[in-house]
C-alpha cells in the first residue's frame, strides 16, 4: 500500500530557477560534455529502419545547424517552424534554435495549407524546417506568407526546399557559441485552438520546463532511474509530446524512443517490448485501443513498465483497472494546459491514486477551484480550475507562459486578480474534495477533447463556411463511447443546395484536405438555423446539450 507523503512533499519543495537558463543547455550540451556516449534518441521508422543517436551525435548536428540559421538570418526572438514527427532531426532542430536564441514553434504534420498559412503568418515565421510528412502542405501554404523567408529540406524532402538540411550541415562550421538566455526568454510557440476566434499562439519560456519537472517526476513515480527508457506516440509538435516526453526525458539525460508511423495497439507493446521501454505517457484513448486488441499483454510480450502517465481525458474505472491488473503498474492521471503545464496529477510512488480524479496539484503548484468572482469555492462545490502565480510559499511559479502571441487581451482574460499575485483559470471545471483531490466536471468553455486532440470549433467552423454550400456552421462534441467525443457539426446550407450523403462526403474530405484530419467532422447535420443569441452568437452550448440528451436516450433505449 503507498503511503501517502503528499503533504511532506509540498511543504519541503522549494523552486530554484536561475537568472540564465536555457533549454537545449540543460537537455542536450551538458550531457554531451558528461556522458557522451550516452543514448539520447532510439528513432525507428515504419519501415523497418531504426538508427540510435548519442548525446553527442545530437549536440555536434545541433551546432551545425545554428549556424545555418545564423547564416539565414535567424535572429535572437525569431520565429523557426517545426514541421515534422517523431525523428532525430526534430530533437536537434529544437536544441539548434534554443542555441541560437531563437523561438521553436512546432506544427502538426497533419496540418493543412490553411493551417499552416495562420500560423505562420500571425508568427511571422522566418524560417520553416520540414521533412516529406508535410512538405507539400506547407509548399501549398507557403505563397501566401511573405514573412516566410527560408524552407530547410529534411529526408524525403530533399531538393524541394531552399536549404538542403544533409548538404547545409555539412558545409556549416561544427562550432557554435550558444546564447546565454535568460530563464524568462521565450524558448516555444504552440498555438492553441480557441472558441471565440482564430488558434492562439502560447509563448512558452525556458524556465517553463523548470515548471513542468514535477509534475513529470512525480507522474513517472519518481523519474528518472538509471536505466530508464522513454516512449510516448504523443506528436512532438505538442505540448504532450513536447513537454511532457521530449524534453524532460533529454533533461534528465536519459533516452526517448522516437517512432515515426501510425499508432496501433500491437505496434505499442511491440516498441515497449523492444526497447525495454520503463516509462510512457498514453493517452486514454491509446489505452483504450490496447485494452481491447490485447486484454492480456504479459501473456504476449514482455514488457518493463514501471510507469504510465495518462491525460486528455479522464481515464476510467476500466483502464484504470486494466493498467493495475494486466500491466501491473497504477496509471497517473495527470491534468494541465499549454499556458500552464503539468500542474495536477497523480504519483502512484508518492501517494494514493483515486481512480477517476484528475490527481493533486504536484509539489511548487498551487492549485484551487475559484469562482467567478476569483474566491475559492468550497470543497465539493464546483468551480474554475485555477493556479496562482505564486506556490504555496509565495514564490513564483515558473510553469507560467509569457501571454498570447500579439493578443494582450486574451492574455488579461485569462487572469484574475492583481498581475503580479492573480490565478490563472484554465477554463475547466472541477471540484475539489477534503483530500485536495480534484474531480472533473467538464470545460467552461466551448473547446472540447476528441480522441485524445483538444478541438477548438472556430478552426472548423470557419473552415466549413468557406465552402461554397455552407452559409453557416456550428461545431460540437458528439458522445462516444469509444474515443468520448467525435466532431460534429450542425449545417445551415446556402440557397441552392440540398443535403445529401455526398454532400456530407464532400464537405468532410473540404476540412480534411485543409486542416488536420482530426478535426474534420464525424458526422454532419443539416439544419434550417442555428440557435443564436440576442447578440448574434451562436449558442453552441444548447447543440451539445441536445447531443448528450440523444446519446443518454439512445442508451436508455
Known amino acids: ?131 516529406e510528412s508535410a512538405v507539400d502542405n506547407l509548399l501549398a501554404a507557403r505563397a501566401a506568407c511573405p514573412q516566410l523567408r527560408s524552407v530547410i529540406a529534411v529526408g524525403g524532402a530533399s531538393g524541394r526546399g531552399d536549404v538542403d538540411w544533409i548538404a547545409a550541415l555539412a558545409d556549416a562550421q561544427a562550432e557554435f557559441t ?59 509538435a505538442w505540448t504532450g509530446g513536447l513537454m511532457d516526453a521530449l524534453l524532460p526525458t533529454l533533461y534528465f539525460g536519459r533516452t526517448i524512443v522516437a517512432y515515426q508511423g501510425r499508432f496501433s495497439p500491437e505496434k505499442a507493446f511491440e516498441l515497449m517490448q523492444r526497447h525495454r521501454v520503463t516509462h510512457t505517457f498514453l493517452f486514454p484513448t491509446a489505452l483504450k485501443a490496447m485494452m481491447k486488441a490485447v486484454p492480456a499483454p504479459r501473456q504476449r510480450y514482455q514488457l518493463c513498465l514501471r510507469a504510465i502517465m495518462s491525460a486528455g481525458e479522464a481515464v476510467g474505472d476500466a483502464v484504470f483497472a486494466y493498467c493495475e491488473r494486466q500491466l501491473a503498474v497504477t496509471v497517473n492521471e495527470m491534468f494541465g494546459q499549454t499556458e500552464i503545464n503539468y500542474v495536477v496529477g497523480n504519483c502512484a510512488a508518492r501517494w494514493p ?36 502565480r505564486r506556490d504555496i510559499h509565495g514564490h513564483p511559479d515558473p510553469v507560467f507562459f509569457l501571454g498570447y502571441w500579439n493578443n494582450e487581451d486574451a492574455t488579461r482574460r485569462k487572469f484574475t486578480g492583481d498581475p503580479a499575485d492573480s490565478w490563472c483559470r484554465t477554463g475547466d471545471t472541477a471540484v475539489m474534495d477534503d483530500d485536495g483531490y480534484l474531480w472533473y466536471q467538464g470545460r467552461g468553455d466551448d473547446v472540447f477533447k476528441a480522441a485524445g486532440y483538444r478541438i477548438g470549433p472556430s478552426e472548423i467552423e470557419n473552415c466549413l463556411v468557406k465552402h461554397p454550400a455552407v452559409a453557416n456552421a456550428a461545431v460540437v462534441p458528439k458522445p462516444d463511447a469509444e474515443r468520448g467525443a467525435v466532431v460534429k457539426a450542425y449545417v445551415v446550407l446556402a440557397a441552392g443546395f440540398d443535403g445529401s450523403a455526398a454532400l456530407t462526403e464532400e464537405l468532410q474530405q473540404h476540412v480534411r484536405g485543409k486542416l488536420a484530419p482530426y478535426e474534420y467532422p464525424k458526422e454532419i447535420e443539416f439544419i434550417d438555423a442555428l440557435p443564436m443569441t440576442t447578440t448574434g452568437k451562436v449558442q453552441r452550448r444548447m447543440l451539445r446539450l441536445q447531443e448528450e440528451e440523444r446519446a443518454a436516450a439512445a442508451r436508455i433505449g
Open 1 to 131: 500500500m503507498t503511503v501517502d507523503r503528499y503533504a511532506e512533499l509540498h511543504r519541503s519543495f522549494r523552486w530554484h530557477v536561475p537568472a540564465l537558463f536555457n533549454i537545449a543547455e540543460m537537455c542536450c550540451a551538458r550531457w554531451a560534455r558528461d556522458t557522451p556516449t550516452a543514448v539520447a534518441i532510439r528513432y525507428e521508422h515504419e519501415n523497418g529502419g531504426a538508427v540510435s543517436r548519442t548525446f553527442a551525435e545530437l549536440q555536434h548536428d545541433a551546432q551545425r545547424l545554428a549556424n545555418v540559421l545564423r547564416g539565414l538570418g535567424v535572429q535572437r526572438g525569431d520565429r523557426v517552424a517545426v514541421v515534422m514527427p517523431q525523428r532525430f532531426e526534430t530533437a536537434v532542430a529544437h536544441m539548434a534554435i534554443y542555441q541560437a536564441g531563437a523561438v521553436a514553434m512546432p506544427l502538426s504534420m497533419l496540418f493543412g495549407p490553411d493551417a499552416l498559412e495562420y500560423r505562420l503568418n500571425d508568427s511571422g515565421a522566418a524560417v520553416a524546417i520540414v521533412d
Open 353 to 388: 491514486a483515486r481512480p477517476g480524479s484528475m490527481g493533486r496539484p504536484y509539489p511548487g503548484h498551487r492549485v484551487a477551484v475559484i469562482d467567478d468572482n476569483g474566491n475559492e469555492c468550497p470543497r465539493g462545490t464546483p468551480g474554475d480550475v485555477a493556479v496562482h
Open 178 to 236: 550558444a546564447l546565454q538566455t535568460r530563464a524568462d526568454e521565450a524558448a516555444v510557440l504552440i498555438y492553441t485552438s480557441g472558441t471565440t476566434g482564430p488558434p492562439k499562439g502560447a509563448l512558452i519560456p525556458h524556465r517553463a520546463l523548470i515548471g513542468n519537472l514535477t509534475g513529470f517526476v512525480c507522474s513517472q513515480n519518481w523519474f528518472p532511474q538509471h536505466d530508464a527508457v522513454f516512449w510516448s506516440p504523443a506528436d512532438w
